[in-house]
């Protein structure tokens, strides 16, 4: 075994195997995979070996595509069979929700060239002779889908990685994970060893305790799935005999259930409710390639939902059933990507769709670890997407996740379980006022309010719903009075020192401000030029150190810019980086008596001349002392931000409230900020602002200065703009119905894919449906006609100029 390798791959399921497959395909030769046990012995070798394509997530969907490609073309490559079936795959549908929500995925299918077809109840009985279609309305086909042989797909990629010289060292298990002195890593096994650059934990069910070794708590926890395997089906071995192809992968997702062939009988895999998490406190001693015992009383409404679907199941007998443990997260997506807080430690894990996602996983993570950058967006799936998080919070939200994967997928859907968990100091307050709750990174956030009279609660729908007058009705309050929002789950923080100038400006493609109260709207880039991440950057007063920032950045990013700052700051003193996200809390007072209103309580001259937009000053407000007001917000109204000592938050909001009163002051949401910043043509991190899209694409380039000195990403953009941006960031008018843009909409020009939304939404101001995207940059000129697809219509569209609403920013310069 060897004593020095430059990775160590940690685990021997399919994800594992995969990422080793990839590094030794992209050139790094000298990588070794080590496996407790043998190879495929957790969760793959039970698994169904299943391909769905279906994915909401636009990052998912890819990762998803590329590995269905690549594992059609292993046996070629490596001699070693996959046994891949393709038979295509069929979701059935009972309700105009459940077609929607396959048209909707259809506009993320368009964009990333996955072919689907929207199919009636005659077509559904052509492709499944065996089925019962009473209640049917349609279904969503996918004829790339199928199915594989797990165990053979990962002794496939093993071959592939040993082929490139790559090693696989199985009934090696880790026992330790440490640090030396120069910064390397030291595995630790029971055969010696083995001193690394890089780490890569995909260690599945053992998860949590690998990651325990180095300090991480992560939430991957696994959930227990049963799957029936069933004896020979007569109807359906006569069918097979009379010469028929293998019948399509059969989901019913309103009853919650796959069903596919087995050597002429059947595999039911339901998604049960209450399936209960295991290996909370780590996996079972002397669980090995075990399973659990079967529990078909669980099962049996499937089971007859089964029967009624597919009248011939009820005559083949139950050969087996299949219970093991799938890991999962408590969003159901998996995590790949870069550790929390130490370098070169990389993640992937709590894979519930492992063998479909292992492919693309193993192909990103990849490319993150030897280029510095995934090629998809991954912030859907980046492991520091969900903060800090217990094993009591996991548990409950891995077993939300695992009954959740066949519901309906609905855009705004918010998730009830384990909340709330973080709240603003006025939770109780807003929740009195008819806030309808949503959550964000954890903290609790009103998305709308409920005038009195009117249910709390979301009617989810992909059309416009319950909510769309009443935030429509707050959108008027800000845009002709003022509104009130609580946005205390913005991340903040403070960089203060004699090399804080230096270090920032080499982190963001913008100017930092040098003179006190000025800010910039900065962004760091990953090598590529794209968007890594978006901030507000301050200049403070100097500080007993040096120069002070304070930077505002993306609530949900907060763990993932903490780790960037962390990471890249200098280690020789210059420099004191300072997490101030739960210290401040935030609130925003916009519109145009916004200035009247905090006039009452704040001690400062806050006219035009004394308080411009884009500055800032700490000043007292009301009984709070050093409020940092920043004349700036997403909303694009006259209005400041007050982030303030969190613990005056309540008598800041009573006070603002009451002194509101004479303008009739209104309590605004997230969706009234979405739609007010849709009008403004405002980039939300995350999604417009991407890893896969360039600062230039994003017509952003007013905030660039590449003649500022060397900054991360700088040549991509040279030699991008000497080459020619390919596509342009647009704001787009659509000749809506009854239904938005949500986001991974196709643009179409003759035809043809020329673009695809990245947000979308009614902009209840300027009375239009408004979408915004990327378009082919020699096709993206404002006033040209298109066609955007909208669930399953083509609607009439135009490119008009940026921010349709104010776009002078007179309002902002009130």
Not at 3 to 32: E, P, Q
Not at 627 to 636: C, E, I, P
Not at 670 to 696: C, F, H, P, Q, V
Request: proline share 5%.
């Amino acid at each position: 075994m060897k004593t020095h390798a430059r990775v160590v791959v940690i685990g021997g399921g399919v994800n594992g195997v995969s990422t080793l497959y990839h590094l030794a395909k992209k050139g790094w030769t000298d990588v070794v995979l080590l496996e407790r046990t043998e190879l495929t012995a957790g969760s793959t070798w039970h698994a169904a070996g299943l391909l769905p394509l279906f994915n909401m997530s636009y990052s998912v969907g890819q990762l998803h595509q590329y590995s269905v490609e690549l594992y059609k073309s292993l046996e070629a490559e490596t001699g070693q069979a996959v046994s891949f079936h393709n038979t295509g795959n069929l979701r059935l549908a009972r309700n105009r929700d459940r077609m929607d929500e396959y048209r909707n995925y259809q506009c993320t299918a368009d964009t990333i060239g996955v072919e689907s077809h929207l199919i009636g109840v005659d077509e559904i009985k052509k492709l499944w002779p065996l089925i019962n279609p009473d209640g049917l309305v349609g279904a969503l086909w996918h004829p790339t889908d199928g199915h594989i042989a797990p165990v053979d797909v990962t002794m496939a990629l093993a071959k592939g990685a040993r082929m490139r010289g790559a090693e696989i060292y199985q009934h090696t298990p880790c026992t330790g994970i440490e640090r030396n002195a120069s910064g390397e890593w030291v595995v630790k096994t029971a055969k010696g060893n083995i001193t690394c650059e890089h780490v890569v934990c995909t260690t599945g069910n053992y998860a949590r305790t690998t990651a325990r070794m180095v300090g991480l708590e992560i939430p991957a926890i696994p959930v227990e799935h049963q799957y029936i395997v069933t004896d020979v089906d007569a109807k359906l071995k006569e069918y097979r005999d009379s010469g028929a192809k293998e019948l399509p992968v059969l989901r019913e997702s309103d009853s919650q259930y796959y069903l596919r062939e087995e050597r002429n009988g059947w595999i039911l895999g339901p998604y049960e409710k209450h399936a209960p998490a295991r290996f909370i406190d780590g996996v079972d001693a002397g669980f090995e390639k075990d399973l659990f015992p079967g529990d078909l009383e669980r099962l049996m409404v499937h089971v007859e939902a089964c029967i009624h679907r597919v009248p011939s199941f009820e005559s083949a007998g139950i050969k087996d059933i299949v219970n093991g443990p799938i890991s999962y997260t408590p969003d159901g997506n998996p995590m790949v990507g870069p550790a929390f807080g130490l370098p070169n430690f990389w993640i992937s894990e709590g894979h519930s769709f492992g063998i479909t996602a292992a492919g693309g996983a193993g192909w990103q993570l990849t490319e993150w670890m030897v280029d510095g950058q995934p090629t998809v967006d991954m912030t859907g799936v980046d492991p520091r997407r969900f903060g800090v998080t217990t094993k009591k919070f996991a548990k409950i939200k891995n077993e939300e996740a695992y009954e959740h994967v066949f519901i309906i997928h609905y855009p705004m859907e918010e998730r009830p379980a384990a909340r709330p968990a973080k709240a603003p100091p006025i939770y109780d307050r807003l929740d009195k006022a008819g806030a309808v709750w949503g959550q964000r990174f954890g903290w609790e956030r009103p998305n709308w309010f409920a005038p009195k009279g009117v249910e709390r609660k979301d009617d989810y729908s992909f059309r416009r719903s319950n909510w769309f007058a009443h935030v429509g009705n707050e959108v008027k309050a800000m845009r002709e009075r003022v509104g009130l929002m609580e946005l205390s789950s913005f991340a903040k923080y403070e960089v203060e020192g004699p090399g804080a100038r230096a270090w920032l400006d080499s982190i963001v493609a913008n100017t930092i401000p040098k003179t006190v109260g000025r800010m910039s709207l900065a962004h760091s880039l990953f090598p590529s030029g794209s968007v890594r991440s978006e901030y507000t950057i301050t200049r403070m007063a100097d500080g007993m150190y040096g120069e002070r920032f304070y930077i505002v950045g993306p609530g949900a990013a907060h763990d993932i810019d903490w780790d960037f700052f962390v990471k890249t700051s200098p280690k020789d003193g210059s420099v004191f980086v300072k997490d101030l996200t739960t210290t401040l809390g935030v609130l925003i007072v916009a519109g145009p008596h916004a200035r009247d209103v905090l006039q009452t309580l704040a001690d400062a001259d806050l006219s035009n001349a004394a308080f411009p937009w884009l500055t800032a000053q700490e000043i007292p407000v009301g009984f709070a002392p050093g409020v940092k007001a920043l004349r700036v917000n997403f909303v694009g109204s006259l209005g400041w931000e007050l982030h303030h000592p969190i613990e005056y938050q309540i008598h800041l909001y009573e006070a603002l409230m009451a002194a509101g009163q004479k303008y009739d002051i209104a309590n605004c949401g997230l969706r009234a900020m979405d739609s007010m910043r849709l009008e403004k043509s405002y980039r939300l991190w995350g999604t417009d602002l991407n890893a896969e899209n360039t600062i230039l694409e994003a017509s952003m380039d007013r905030f660039v200065r590449l003649n500022k000195g060397n900054f991360t990403g700088r040549d991509a953009l040279v030699a991008q703009q000497q080459k020619g941006v390919p596509n342009r960031y647009c704001t787009i008018e659509v000749d809506a119905d009854d239904a938005d843009s949500f986001g991974n909409e196709p643009v179409f020009l003759d035809g043809e894919v020329i673009g695809r939304g990245t947000a979308g939404g009614y902009g209840h101001h300027v009375k239009k449906s408004i979408m915004l995207g990327y378009v082919k940059s020699d096709l993206a000129t404002v006033g040209r006609e298109v066609k955007v697809r909208i669930l399953d219509q083509l609607r009439p569209a135009r490119i008009v100029a940026e921010s349709p609403y104010d776009p002078d920013n007179a309002a902002l310069r009130a």
